[in-house]
C-alpha cells in the first residue's frame, strides 16, 4: 500500500523567501537589483521546468541560478544555498543521488553558518538529506538526519507546529518502511493530532495522516483499525481536491489491496474501476 511522506522538498523554502523578500526591499534601487531580478526569476523558472517534467532544461537554468547567487551573495549566502537545494532536487527527481548528495550537503553547511544550527531552514535541509539517503535504502544515515531536523522544528517552532508534524511523518515512514511498526504508530498518531488541532479535521494533511496511519494498520492486519481511516482519507481528499484528484486514485488503490485481503470483491471491482478512471486522466 501507499503512504504519503511528507517531505518538505519545495524549490523556495519558506525561511529563504522571508530573505528573499529583504533582498529585494534593501536593494531595489541597488545597481545589484537587475541581477538579483534575474536570479529570482532563474529560481522560478527552474521550479516551472521541474513541473513540466523538463529536467534537463531545468538542470540547466538551476546551475546558471547558483552561478548568479554566488556572485550577488557571496558563496556563503542562504541564496546561494537554496539555489543549491534546487539543484540537488532536480537531480534527486532523476535518480541521481551521487550527484544530489553532495549539493544537499553545501546547501546545509551555508544554512548552519548563515542562520545558526537551529534554524528552521537548517531543518528543512537536514530532511532533504534524510530523504535522499531513505531512497537509497540507508536508513542508518537518515534516522539521526530526520530526528535532527525533528529537534530543531520541535525548539524553534513549538511543539504543535505543522512542520513538527511533518517531521513525524517523515520519521514514521522512515520506520514503516523497515517494518519498524511499534516505533512508526506513535509518531503517525502525534502528526495527526497536530494536523487536526493546527489545521483543521478537512486539511489535506489530515487525509495524508489518516491514509498513512491506516496503511500502518492494514500491514499488521489490524483491519478494523485500518478501514475508518481509510474511508475518512478518501472523503477529506474528495472534498478538498475533487474526486478525480492523483491523490484520491491513491487512496482508492490502498482500499483496494485493503478489500481484496479481507474478501470483499464488490468493493474491490468499484473502487479499483473508479482509481483506473482517474488514473488515465493523467497520463
Given amino acids: 500500500m501507499k503512504t504519503f511522506a511528507n517531505t518538505v522538498r519545495p524549490l523556495v523554502s519558506y525561511g529563504v523567501k522571508i530573505i528573499l523578500i529583504m533582498i529585494m526591499t534593501a536593494s531595489f534601487t541597488s545597481p545589484a537589483y537587475t541581477q538579483e531580478k534575474l536570479w529570482m526569476e532563474l529560481n522560478a523558472k527552474a521550479s516551472i521546468l ?19 547567487a554566488e556572485e550577488i551573495f557571496g558563496k556563503d549566502h542562504p541564496g546561494v544555498a537554496l539555489s543549491l537545494n534546487n539543484l540537488a532536487e532536480l537531480y534527486y527527481s532523476q535518480g541521481k543521488y551521487s550527484k544530489a548528495e553532495p549539493l544537499y550537503k553545501w546547501a546545509l553547511v551555508i544554512y548552519e553558518k548563515a542562520l545558526g544550527p537551529d534554524h528552521p531552514d537548517v531543518a ?25 531536523a525533528l529537534e530543531i522544528r520541535e525548539k524553534a517552532l513549538g511543539p504543535d ?25 506513535p509518531l503517525y498518531k502525534r502528526a495527526l493530532e497536530i494536523r487536526e488541532k493546527a489545521l483543521g479535521k478537512d486539511h489535506t494533511r489530515v ?46 488503490k ?10 470483499k470483491e464488490d468493493e474491490v471491482e468499484k473502487l479499483a474501476e473508479r482509481a483506473k478512471i482517474i488514473r488515465s486522466k493523467y497520463q
Fill in 50 to 68: 521541474y513541473q513540466q517534467g523538463r529536467y534537463s532544461e531545468a538542470v540547466s537554468v538551476a546551475k546558471e541560478s547558483v552561478k548568479i
Fill in 124 to 148: 528543512t535541509s537536514l530532511n532533504n538529506l534524510a530523504a535522499l539517503y531513505r531512497a537509497q535504502g540507508k536508513y542508518a544515515e537518515a534516522e539521526p538526519l530526520y530526528k535532527w
Fill in 161 to 185: 507546529h505543522p512542520d513538527v508534524a511533518t517531521s513525524l511523518n517523515n520519521l514514521a515512514e522512515l520506520y514503516y518502511s523497515q517494518g519498524k511498526y511499534s516505533k512508526a504508530e
Fill in 207 to 252: 487525509a495524508t495522516s489518516r491514509n498513512n496511519l491506516a496503511a500502518l494498520y492494514h500491514s499488521q492486519g489490524k483491519y478494523t483499525k485500518a478501514e475508518p481511516l481509510y474511508k475518512h482519507a478518501l472523503e477529506i481528499y474528495e472534498k478538498a481536491l475533487g474526486p478525480d484528484h492523483p491523490d484520491v486514485a491513491t487512496v482508492l
Fill in 254 to 263: 490502498n482500499m483496494v489491496g485493503f478489500y481484496t485481503e479481507i474478501g
